[in-house]
């Protein structure tokens, strides 16, 4: 069977989930499922990261423990992707002891490799960032303060700490970077150059940080963040185990994550791999950031938009649609209600809605509530049918290569393309004059409707189901295989009561 795995970025238990998760969230569904159309075998991964100083300060101030409260948010994260509809086949939580197992281990094999040696640190260290930074990589705020190149707070700091070797690495990850690794390719260039002007070794331990997860045979030290939160991508497979799952799955088809991670992925973890002597994953792809309305998104600023609530008022799949839509992958994109509304209304409720609202109806009136006869095809007939079998090859490359956007607006064109058709055609016209043409037309309205529900799956999962459901398509037969003409409706087959799928969002504000 052919396996895929694909995983998300461990989010961090300090906050509830908002919109930039759920965009992550979402996009690795859409993935997951599609390759699940394509007949893979998927192991899609997502979780949270909850140790570190960042959580144990926000349960200080919470005064509750670091673990109730990555216990609250984490239930927080896995109540989001239900939610959404996401299909994640585990939820790894690094608090769990079968990830700090992993942990342990990946470090006494670092160790066991020479590349872990103990050393007197000082540098500067971002604490949102979970970072350390040379002097030369950071920025001045208005006030000359040193910054992160993230723009977030960073601190001088002096400890005693467990270095990695990372500068043995330069040469192995230069010549990683040749393949496709990192996508989009203008990540590739930047990583390529940072590696390319030299990599000093990194401090991998914290003292006296007790959220955390004890360096081996040091209680002293916990270990640092991301060597912990990166291990979530095997330890969730059951490594160091010797398991099916990890021999199924790793090495991972694809590391989704956002563009202010792409470093710890792309550098950090493969020489961990190295170092361990495990294999790389094949691919990291670094998707935009969602901004409110052009600005970050922050609690001082106030625009957090909480992805929960939205769903409730806009839908599900009218959320996944929008942010999937919206904006090319890898891109930064916008979110804002009406920008939603304007997206919803006019490709989910006017153009797919009343597409397959006005053409079942009418095969639920005129036809017997049964797919309908379909009498000669004509060459307009043919050349609708076979746009599908034209386009499919280049639809299926658009999501191999995660251009999820266009892959929707492609699939949107045999949309347009079918109401055009319907339009043309006027079945209501043929209804006294030609029922058999009537039929015919409807017949081929309504295989374009299976073949458009099949390819929508991954991205609206409610309302293509309940497409598929109308034209009764058993559920066995929905697969991107079953696009072909070897499968078109079977004429007589009795059709649900149809149902407005999406309907009209009113303006609210
Ligand atoms: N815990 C680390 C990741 C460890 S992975 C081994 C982390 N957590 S996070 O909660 O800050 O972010 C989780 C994911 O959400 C990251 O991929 C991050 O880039 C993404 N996003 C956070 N804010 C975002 C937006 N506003 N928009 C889109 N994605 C964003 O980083």
């Not at 994640?88 to 160790?111: C, G, P, Q, Y």
């Not at 260039?189 to 040091?218: A, C, H, Q, Y």
């Not at 799949?317 to 919803?344: A, H, K, W």
Request: proline residues 4%; aromatic residues 10%; hydrophobic residues 35%.
């Amino acid at each position: 069977m052919d396996n895929f795995f694909i995983s998300t970025a461990i989010s961090y238990t300090n906050g509830p989930p908002h919109i930039g998760h759920a965009y992550e969230v979402i996009a690795a569904d859409v993935i997951a499922r599609f390759k699940r159309l394509e007949g893979k075998n998927v192991f899609f991964l997502t979780g949270t990261d909850e140790h570190g100083l960042k959580v144990q300060q926000k349960a200080i101030k919470l005064e509750i423990s670091p673990q109730e409260l990555a216990d609250q948010m984490s239930g927080n994260f896995i109540e989001m992707g239900r939610a959404l509809h996401c299909s994640n086949d585990d939820f790894i939580r690094t608090s769990e002891e079968r990830h700090k197992k992993a942990v342990r281990e990946i470090w006494l094999k670092m160790k066991n490799n020479g590349d872990i040696y103990l050393d007197d640190y000082s540098g500067w260290y971002s604490l949102i960032d979970e970072a350390f930074y040379n002097e030369d990589e950071l920025i001045k705020d208005d006030k000359g303060k040193f910054l992160s190149p993230n723009n977030t707070p960073v601190e001088w700091v002096e400890e005693q700490s467990y270095f990695f070797r990372l500068s043995s690495y330069q040469e192995k990850l230069l010549s990683l970077y040749e393949n496709n690794f990192i996508q989009p390719k203008s990540k590739m260039n930047e990583i390529k150059n940072f590696v390319e002007g030299g990599l000093r070794d990194i401090s991998i331990s914290r003292k006296g940080l007790d959220w955390g997860i004890r360096v081996p045979e040091d209680d002293d030290h916990s270990v640092y963040v991301w060597v912990d939160a990166l291990t979530n991508y095997i330890s969730a497979l059951k490594w160091p185990e010797k398991s099916d799952l990890f021999d199924n799955f790793w090495p991972g088809d694809l590391h989704l994550i956002g563009k202010d991670i792409v470093r710890f992925h792309t550098v950090f973890w493969p020489a961990f791999l190295l170092s361990a002597g495990l294999e790389l994953p094949k691919q990291v792809f670094s998707h935009g950031f969602i901004l409110n309305k052009g600005e970050k998104m922050s609690k001082s600023l106030g625009n957090i938009e909480d992805p929960m609530s939205l769903a409730k008022t806009f839908g599900v799949d009218q959320l996944r649609y929008f942010l999937m839509r919206e904006t090319p992958f890898g891109n930064d994109g916008n979110y804002s209600d009406e920008l939603l509304i304007n997206r919803v209304n006019a490709d989910l409720s006017n153009d797919l809605g009343n597409l397959s609202q006005r053409c079942l109806t009418m095969v639920k009136k005129n036809c017997d509530q049964s797919i309908p006869q379909k009498n000669k095809l004509n060459n307009v007939d043919q050349e609708l049918l076979n746009l599908v079998d034209r386009k499919k090859a280049n639809i299926i490359k658009l999501m191999s290569s995660y251009q999820i956007s266009s892959y929707i607006s492609e699939v949107f064109e045999l949309v347009s393309d079918t109401n055009k058709y319907f339009s043309d055609q006027k079945p209501w016209d043929l209804k006294t004059s030609d029922p058999a043409r009537m039929n015919t037309v409807l017949w081929i309205s309504c295989e374009m409707l299976r073949r458009i529900g099949i390819l929508l799956q991954p991205v609206i999962p409610i309302g293509s189901s309940k497409l598929l459901d109308f034209l009764n398509i058993d559920s066995d037969k929905r697969l991107i295989n079953f696009l072909s003409d070897d499968y078109v409706l079977e004429s007589g087959k009795p059709i649900k009561d149809p149902e407005i799928i999406f309907p009209k969002i009113d303006l609210i504000k």
